[in-house]
Nanobody, 119 residues
Framework: QVQLVESGGGSVQSGGSLRVSCRGF????????MAWFRQLPGKQREGVAA???????VYHDSVKGRFTISHDAAENKMHLQMNALKPEDTAIYYC?????????????WGQGTQVTVYP
């Protein structure tokens, strides 16, 4: 059974950095599409960054130049490095893997991890 387990996140002041990670279990694909989403309080979940199985990346306009998605195939772990964080980045962050219809559509999700950025 596919399982995604998240770690990292936490709290930081504006301008700081955090990293969230997500380890995949139950599948052995070395290359697959994956993404990070976030859900801000009172809003719908939105895609933040995606990494396709050909290595191409896509970022939400609000995080371009600040966030980086990556994948460690040896550990089957994906990361989201977040730099120059802003209070508006405060949200619950979710990883997703093994896309279906497109790079923003997934059936497998992590449990979510809180990221809080203080002014």
């Amino acid at each position: 059974q596919v399982q995604l387990v998240e770690s990292g996140g936490g709290s930081v002041q504006s301008g700081g950095s955090l990293r969230v990670s997500c380890r995949g279990f139950g599948f052995s694909d070395s290359r697959y599409c994956m993404a990070w989403f976030r859900q801000l309080p009172g809003k719908q979940r939105e895609g933040v960054a995606a990494l396709d199985d050909d290595g191409s990346t896509v970022y939400h306009d609000s995080v371009k130049g600040r966030f980086t998605i990556s994948h460690d195939a040896a550990e089957n772990k994906m990361h989201l490095q977040m730099n120059a964080l802003k209070p508006e980045d405060t949200a619950i962050y979710y990883c997703a893997a093994l896309c279906s219809a497109n790079i923003w559509t997934y059936n497998w999700w992590g449990q979510g991890t809180q990221v809080t950025v203080y002014p």
